[in-house]
């Protein structure tokens, strides 16, 4: 069983800063992309950026600038640093990753999500 589990969501005022944390844990023989997707109400999910298992990073245009992914590898973990947040901003916020769990053949992966975490900013 593969999970990922985000944290560090919540209500902001415009111009503060958050931080997210998305761990994966269970049977993991490695990880490719990590990424964060957002959610506004009424809106599709979107991407907000990626990061690869090299530390190449791919970013929205909306958020250039403005947010940072990062991960740590010996953690399973990736993180997006968000600063200056908009009302805009304001989304449930999801982490994804491309897992290939353990017993699988090379070269497969799976892509996992986890619950959301709600990322609220009051204007």
């Known amino acids: 069983q593969v999970q990922l589990v985000e944290s560090g969501g919540g209500l902001v005022q415009a111009g503060q800063s958050l931080r997210l944390s998305c761990v994966a844990s269970?049977?993991?023989?490695?990880?490719?992309?990590m990424g964060w997707y957002r959610q506004a109400p009424g809106k599709q999910r979107e991407l907000v950026a990626s990061?690869?298992?090299?530390?190449?990073?791919n970013y929205a245009d909306s958020v250039k600038g403005q947010f940072t992914i990062s991960r740590d590898n010996a953690k399973n973990t990736v993180y997006l640093q968000m600063n200056n947040l908009r009302p805009e901003d304001t989304a449930v916020y999801y982490c994804?990753?491309?897992?290939?769990?353990?017993?699988?053949?090379?070269?497969?992966?799976?892509?996992?999500w986890g619950q959301g975490t709600q990322v609220t900013v009051s204007s």
């Open positions: 269970g049977s993991i023989f490695s990880i490719n992309t």
């Open positions: 994804s990753a491309a897992i290939r769990p353990t017993g699988w053949m090379i070269g497969t992966f799976k892509t996992y």
């Open positions: 990061i690869t298992n090299k530390g190449n990073t």
